[in-house]
């Protein structure tokens, strides 16, 4: 037998419980519903198929990242937004071309102004940012470049949060080898890797990110993927101390949470206004919904966070649930989300 085909199941007899719905409203604050990520489709085909989804296992409202600007902004916000109010919120991307353009501050801020105007809710930050983005001169642009400092103070006197992704797991930027942990998942996806030469360090993103977050303080900053630092939650809490501007979102990070179980749960426990339910799980299914639910409102042990995948996407390994406690569920699932995006009460 082949190492790769080994996929041995957990003998351990332990309680299983199937969660169908949350407990309390939720508010999915991380998803992908619009065409960006969807190779020119749209990720959800039949949208009233999605609101009868959402009314099944409790999620309220879903924030669609897939904004971006201009025409597609309006299509988003056509399409989910005012079709169903309150339902869905669209946040727009900026335009990083514009940073090859004459004043490139002022150009960004005139688009969020217009994205607001046109009823954009925020704003989504991608890694794209500190990795691939350059400016006139062909340099890489990080997130913290000086050029960029008003732009993130004008999204906060436009009301919109920033929900931003500086950077993806640890692993991605180490060595390509058999000490990688996640060498399987960057195999089938290459371009994921980013420790080859050019590419800023994991830690010099994450001092990006402080750095945009502190010059900002009117502004509210989601840091996507529990930060975008789900192996460091000492890092996380530090933040998440620090500045009160900052939350974070919980999306597609089970496999990294679920691991660290404890830590999970005192970071939530210490925070519990500053952490926001989120799955970037898309397009969004009953599933994926349901091992959120059991991750947070049991305290089962050793279960699978990607039921159903021969091999776990994100590493071979099980996690286990938090079991937090109901007033903090309501603040995660849906009261903090609420309170940033205007949403009723």
């Not at 009868?52 to 296992?57: A, G, K």
């Not at 996407?313 to 009261?335: F, K």
Request: net charge negative.
């Amino acid at each position: 037998m082949e190492l790769t085909d080994y996929t041995p199941v957990p003998a351990i007899r332990r309680p299983l419980t199937h969660v169908p719905r949350a407990s309390a409203p939720a508010v999915d604050v991380h998803n992908h519903l619009g065409r960006w990520l969807g190779d020119g489709d749209w990720m959800v085909d039949h949208v009233p198929a999605l609101i009868d989804l959402m009314d099944e296992v409790n999620v309220r409202t879903i924030v669609n990242l897939d904004g971006r600007w201009d025409a597609e902004l309006d299509a988003n916000i056509a399409r989910l937004d005012r079709a169903y109010p309150d339902r869905f919120l669209t946040f727009c991307h900026l335009d990083w071309s514009l940073l090859r353009g004459p004043d490139p501050t002022a150009a960004l801020i005139a688009s969020l102004r217009r994205a607001r105007d046109a009823g954009a809710r925020g704003v989504k930050v991608w890694k794209d940012l500190g990795l691939t983005v350059t400016d006139a001169n062909g340099a890489l642009v990080l997130p913290d470049d000086p050029r960029l400092a008003d732009v993130f103070a004008a999204a906060g006197e436009l009301g919109l949060p920033v929900l931003i992704h500086t950077a993806d797991p640890i692993a991605f930027f180490g060595p390509l080898d058999a000490t990688n942990e996640r060498f399987e998942e960057l195999s089938e996806n290459p371009d994921w890797w980013f420790g080859a030469p050019g590419y800023p360090t994991f830690d010099r993103l994450m001092a990006a990110l402080e750095t945009v977050v502190a010059g900002a303080p009117g502004t509210t900053f989601v840091g996507a993927h529990v930060g975008c630092a789900a192996e460091d939650l000492a890092w996380v809490d530090g933040m998440l101390t620090r500045y009160p501007n900052f939350h974070v979102d919980l999306g597609g990070r089970l496999a990294e949470l679920g691991r660290q179980p404890r830590a999970t749960r005192r970071l939530v426990l210490a925070h519990p206004d500053r952490v926001l339910f989120g799955t970037d799980a898309f397009p969004p299914t009953r599933e994926a919904y349901e091992v959120y639910w059991r991750f947070l409102e049991t305290e089962d042990e050793c279960f699978e966070y990607a039921p159903g995948s021969r091999v776990p996407p994100q590493g071979r390994w099980d996690i286990s649930a938090v079991g937090l406690p109901e007033d903090v569920l309501t603040q995660v699932y849906a009261g903090n989300a609420a309170r940033l995006l205007g949403l009723p009460g």
